[in-house]
């Protein structure tokens, strides 16, 4: 565990573009949900992180499928991330079921679990590695929980550093989660 603070900067795109802001990355949707009354303040649910993850694909109107990058909650526990990846396959498998094509990391693995400040360190790495067209690794992982094992979902655990290659049909596009005490559940899509 510890402690961080993180800050933005959030402007319409228009204005930033007119007024010749740097632009790191495009918010194009976020989705909440509550998973209301939960059996502890530490106990996801995956009907909440769905129902979180499907609202930020509506709102941003773009499909799973062209998400490129997942910055996790990534905790490290063993229910936690078994329930995030299982929700995550379920939402993408309805766009895609078959294949493996988004990196998945989690920025607490450099960094810690930053406590109130997690959700804002994945969204500076996400927009950092769309801005510089990386995907960036994450480390200390040397076996993925079993739903995250090669082939066996739409994710693979990125390792190291690798460029971010541009796709013909989209833009690149990352998925940032952040599930807090209580089971209160975030996903933001951003694109470069």
Not at 23 to 52: L, N
Not at 88 to 93: H, N, S
Request: hydrophobic share 40%.
């Amino acid at each position: 565990l510890g402690e961080g603070l993180g800050m933005l900067v959030l402007k319409r795109l228009t204005d930033a573009e007119r007024d010749g802001d740097r632009v790191y990355a495009v918010i194009r949707g976020i989705g909440t949900s509550s998973d209301g009354r939960g059996s502890a303040i530490y106990a996801p649910r995956a009907d909440g992180q769905k129902e979180a993850l499907r609202r930020a694909y509506a709102e941003a109107e773009v499909t799973p499928d062209t998400i490129e990058l997942i910055e996790a909650h990534g905790t490290g526990t063993k229910v936690g991330d078994a329930t995030e990846i299982g929700s995550l396959t379920e939402v993408y498998r309805a766009a895609r079921p078959a294949g493996t094509w988004a990196a998945l990391g989690s920025v607490k693995s450099q960094i810690g679990h930053t406590k109130a400040a997690a959700g804002v360190a994945g969204l500076i790495k996400a927009a950092m590695a769309l801005h510089h067209q990386v995907l960036p690794p994450t480390i200390k992982v040397t076996q993925p929980v079993d739903e995250a094992a090669p082939g066996r979902s739409p994710f693979y655990v990125n390792t190291r550093k690798r460029p971010w290659l541009p796709r013909a049909n989209h833009p690149r596009r990352a998925g940032v989660s952040a599930f807090g005490f209580g089971c209160t559940n975030f996903h933001c899509v951003l694109e470069e």
